[in-house]
């Protein structure tokens, strides 16, 4: 019996002998000039540069591609229209006969992101193929792969035995000139996956024999240097392919027999495309047009079906290639190209407010709706890092049946128990969950018998979500893998393979829903914590943009209801799509290249800059010339606020606005007591020791004191993560640390409104100042910081102990809470050793609390009453300048009664992210308030239809909350799609929900 590796000789030599003929294509246009290859030119990252030539493809019977061997990745474009792409995976593409233009646009970078400041190719040919015995050979090395990996022992022996019987006596040995243009084909280029040793995946490595003949002797044979060996005549080659085959069909056919098939599987191809990562958003326009023209190509061939998500990704696609669009618009109406996600992007859900989330469905369903008639029923976040327990409500409220993803198969300490489920979310909405073993699948026997053996809910939901094709890069499927698909079938004790059709997928799963196990809370991963602090400005921005853009919908909407302004509602659209394309979720978490957060930055400060504009614009409308202060959250305030420079005490109406009058209550001052610095106003007495750390925080309310141990300790750990540096936090390194030196600690501010001690301290070549400030008729003590930061490899955190007894503590996520424990005795509590939290967590034992609010700054770690929250992170890979240089953030402590609703800790987050606001005049008379509730307001703005006004409501307490509106409605689901229901002027929120109701107009102001 022959070896595997005999085996895969006779395969690789069937595969050779294939190739029949070839030339070489070395002339081409560039810049109206004639070059010839090889060719190199500088280029940087964003530089596009275009070859042109015309080839004339035989009629022959023999499949041609065009094969290109270079650094970078390039759109094809074939008789001037987007025909695919050469890139890392894809470096030949088949080409139909007769002459053509030929247009190469090359990008210097590969498909993920490696690049060496230049674009070169090294040759181009036209390559003629015998394509059914080259599928065949791929069957065989298929097959080959698929025994390398066989757990039964038995199958294994057998499939071995037929193989050997089947190849022993085949003679085919292919010419030195085909070994060479095998190899060519399969193996040059492809510089990102190989020096960054990804490696393709659904084709077996090039033999050692194959590299040694093509290079020392097949080389040379090409140049005309040496004379080649005989090759097979056409004639018996293909009497030996006939035989072949026959008997593979037939001894395939005795093994399913004999070892039948097992489960199935829904095979969906895909291309994951990062939005920016590695690359810009630029080059991903680019990989846009590429992956889509090759998957149009493809699936006009093979009847394919193709899923993919992301409204913006269609959009761009819109703008750059009409007639490219217009053939993705047939195949979406026909079924074949399948819409899923049902947001703008793949973006984060566990750092962005739960508005922007309700916005990315909203955008992303209404464009599928208005542009394809179609919107998406699956929910698709494969590859983002962790999951609130409140996605599952936006989720079901926006039209998603079910939700499919994947990373938590990265947990590095627990497996996660189910690999089909359904989530039972914060507020109790329910929702199927279908794990894919793998997001970017090969399309293999060997892929998918270990994808069955990993799945774990083979008797609950007998089949998998099988997705496959080259993805984060883009490019998606190759010819191999469309072709593999008809051997899939055939091959025994593996998945049968179903090409998936989203009604068929849906159907089937929820036949199962009621077989499924229950998974209650959050999806926490357990892996890239570190994106909860990376890149600080970024985060900033994006709260500071979530919140102006919260504010500019809220007034203009008043002032367009009272008839004195027109609603913005292009614009706003425009100001929210730019922010939610920022979410992305290698953006947001600070995981991308530099170029990336340059124009990202950028981009938030224009939208930050233009949403207050409308605010303005809004509020001096309203104001009339008179001197008032708004207040867009729903409950009375009490504040110091600034107005040119000075401080005053200003009091607000709910949701609203009235005269601007300071008023003078309470005191606040800062003084030296023995070798302590106080801050003390009507609710806190403070102490700072001389480290300008916190010693006690004294609640005169409560008379209660908050501090167990010297808090506000800021420690400087080495963080080094073995992989993924920006994206990881190392729990070994958070237990070793070095506080940074203090060298500077005085009273810097004392005039009645606003106390204030400052604290320097230094590490390194770093510096962090903060402005330990209390003001007056305030419960906060706020830490303004300052980070002037130099040193790499570092998390920085704040490390407080507060005075509770309490085994778990509070946190806040989008449009939810969620408690997590504090104590680790299991391992699934161990491994929660750095969690997420939107704008604060919370330390309370039900008697007293104290939590630390910080709209930017998302990563803590809480042990017992030890809470420490991450300030800094500054990774070198993949971004080297991540984290350096100057730096802003404000976090607060707030000592309060019992849990956090009690203690209205969600009203003073929202209060600090969502400041006060004055016009500037005479003295003000107005006054007006909307509405008052203990609910959250998530947004008023004008409906999409533009016939009435939309109000989202939140409930952020573990209890029903009753809120009076200003107008009976209707409540609708989040994409203003479907009416769910008329409502009365007073609406009834179950805890933690979220209802988004439309009213035809607001109260007259």
Not at 40 to 68: H, M, N, Q, S, Y
Not at 202 to 215: H, Q
Not at 497 to 505: D, P, V
Not at 570 to 579: F, G, S
Request: glycine share 6%; charged share 30%; proline share 4%.
């Amino acid at each position: 019996m022959l070896s595997l590796a005999e085996i895969e000789r006779k395969a690789f030599d069937l595969m050779a002998t294939s190739i029949r003929k070839h030339a070489f294509l070395p002339t081409w246009d560039f810049e109206g000039k004639s070059i010839n290859l090889p060719f190199e030119v500088e280029a940087k990252p964003g530089d596009f540069i275009r070859l042109k030539t015309t080839v004339e493809v035989p009629r022959d019977g023999l499949k041609w591609f065009i094969k290109v061997c270079m650094e970078g990745n390039a759109l094809v474009r074939l008789d001037g229209m987007a025909y695919g792409t050469i890139d890392d995976v894809h470096t030949y593409i088949p080409i139909r006969p007769g002459r053509h233009e030929l247009e190469l646009i090359i990008s210097p970078l590969t498909m993920f992101g490696y690049h060496k400041w230049r674009i070169k190719i090294e040759y181009a040919m036209l390559v003629g193929i015998m394509w059914e015995p080259y599928v065949l050979a791929q069957r065989l090395l298929d097959l080959i792969s698929f025994i390398e990996v066989l757990q039964e022992e038995d199958l294994r022996e057998a499939l071995l035995k037929e193989l050997s019987d089947i190849l022993i006596t085949v003679k085919t040995v292919p010419s030195l000139r085909q070994i060479t243009l095998l190899r060519m084909l399969l193996y040059d280029g492809g510089l990102g996956i190989k020096e960054l040793k990804l490696g393709r995946f659904d084709i077996r490595e090039v033999r050692t024999d194959y590299m040694f003949l093509s290079a020392v002797y097949g080389i040379g044979e090409l140049k005309g240097y040496i004379e080649d060996i005989p090759r097979p005549s056409k004639e018996e080659y293909l009497s030996e392919i006939s035989d072949v085959e026959e008997k593979l069909e037939k001894a395939l056919a005795r093994l399913r027999k004999a070892f039948p098939k097992v489960g199935k599987a829904y095979a969906f191809a895909h291309s994951h495309i990062d939005a920016a990562w590695l690359w810009t958003y630029a080059e991903t326009k680019q990989k846009i047009l590429r992956t889509f023209s090759t998957i149009e190509r493809l699936m006009r061939r093979y009847g394919i079906t193709y899923v993919q998500s992301s409204a913006q990704y269609y959009e761009w696609l819109e703008e750059l290639d009409k007639d490219l669009f217009e053939k993705v618009k047939r195949f979406i109406e026909e079924g074949k190209w399948i819409l899923v996600g049902g947001m703008w992007v793949e973006s984060d859900v566990q750092l962005i407010d739960g508005e922007s989330i309700a916005r990315q469905l909203l955008y992303g369903q209404r464009y599928f709706k208005e542009k394809f008639n179609k919107t998406a029923r699956i929910g698709w976040l494969p590859d983002t890092f962790g999951f609130p327990a409140s996605l599952p409500q936006f989720l079901k409220k926006s039209g998603l049946e079910m939700f499919a993803t994947y990373k938590l198969l990265w947990n590095e300490r627990n497996e996660f128990p189910y690999h089909a489920f359904i989530w039972k979310g914060v507020d109790g909405t329910e929702i199927p969950v279908h794990l894919m073993m793998s997001y970017k699948s090969s399309m293999t026997a060997k892929s998918l018998y270990k994808q069955w053996k990993r799945y774990k809910n083979k008797y609950e939901v007998p089949f998998l979500l099988y997705a496959y094709g080259y993805g984060d890069g883009g490019g998606g499927i190759t010819w191999e893998m469309v072709e593999m698909m008809k051997h899939m079938n055939k091959v025994p004790y593996i998945p049968k393979l179903i090409k998936g059709t989203e009604e068929e997928y849906l159907r089937e799963l929820k036949e199962h829903v009621s077989e499924m196990p229950t998974w209650e809370g959050e999806l926490y991963v357990e892996v890239h914590r570190g994106t909860y602090t990376t890149n600080l400005n970024v985060k900033k921005l994006m709260a500071e943009a979530e919140s102006k853009l919260r504010s500019a919908e809220i007034w203009a909407s008043l002032a367009h209801s009272m008839g004195i302004m027109e609603y913005p509602k292009d614009k706003l659209e425009k100001l929210w799509k730019r922010t939610l394309l920022h979410q992305f979720h290698d953006v947001l978490p600070g995981s991308s290249i530099k170029e990336v957060y340059d124009e990202v930055i950028r981009d938030l400060e224009d939208v930050i800059r233009e949403a207050d504009e409308i605010i303005r614009e809004a509020t001096e409308r309203i104001a009339q010339g008179e001197s008032l202060v708004f207040n867009d959250l729903p409950w009375e305030r009490e504040e110091v606020i600034e107005i040119d420079g000075k401080p005053v005490l200003v009091k607000a109406y709910p949701l609203g606005w009235s005269s601007l009058k300071p008023i003078d209550e309470g005191f606040v001052k800062a003084y030296r007591e023995d070798d302590t610095f106080i801050l003390e106003n009507d609710y806190l007495r403070v102490k700072i020791n001389d480290e300008g750390e916190i010693i006690s925080l004294y609640n005169k309310e409560l008379k209660w004191e908050g501090i167990r141990s010297p808090s506000n300790v800021i420690m400087a750990h080495v963080d080094t993560p073995g992989m993924w540096d920006a994206w990881d936090v190392n729990e070994d390194f958070l237990i070793q640390g070095k506080k940074l030196k203090t060298v500077r600690v005085e009273i810097t501010r004392n005039d009645g409104y606003i106390a204030e001690i400052t604290v320097e301290k230094i590490y390194g070549n770093s510096k962090v100042i903060q402005r330990i400030r209390l003001k007056r008729k305030s419960k906060l003590l706020e830490f303004h910081t300052e980070v002037d930061w130099w040193d790499k490899e570092v998390l920085l955190k704040a490390w407080f102990n507060f005075n509770t007894h309490n085994w778990s503590a509070y946190y806040d996520i989008p449009y939810g809470v969620i408690r997590r424990p504090a104590v680790r005795n299991t391992p699934w509590e161990q491994a929660k050793f750095e969690v997420p939290a939107l704008r604060w967590a919370d330390v309370s034992d039900g008697e007293h609390g104290v939590a630390i609010i910080c709209t930017s700054r998302h990563g803590y770690t809480n042990w017992d009453s030890k809470i420490g929250l991450s300030l800094l992170k500054s990774p070198i890979y993949p971004n080297p300048w991540s984290d350096t240089g100057k730096g802003e953030f404000t976090y607060y402590l707030y000592p309060h009664k019992g849990y956090w609703f009690e203690g209205e800790v969600y009203k003073r987050a929202l209060e600090v992210w969502s400041p006060l606001r004055v016009t500037e005049g005479s003295p003000g008379k107005r006054k007006f308030s909307l509405m008052r509730t203990d609910a959250v307001v998530g947004a008023i703005k004008l409906s999409e239809d533009g016939d009435g006004y939309i109000i989202r409501l939140y409930n952020p307490s573990k209890g029903d909350l009753e809120v009076e509106i200003p107008s009976e409605g209707v409540e609708v689901d989040i994409p203003e799609l479907k009416v769910l229901g008329k409502v009365k002027n007073r609406v009834k929120l179950g805890a933690f929900e979220i209802k988004t109701i439309k009213v035809s107009s607001l109260a007259k102001a």
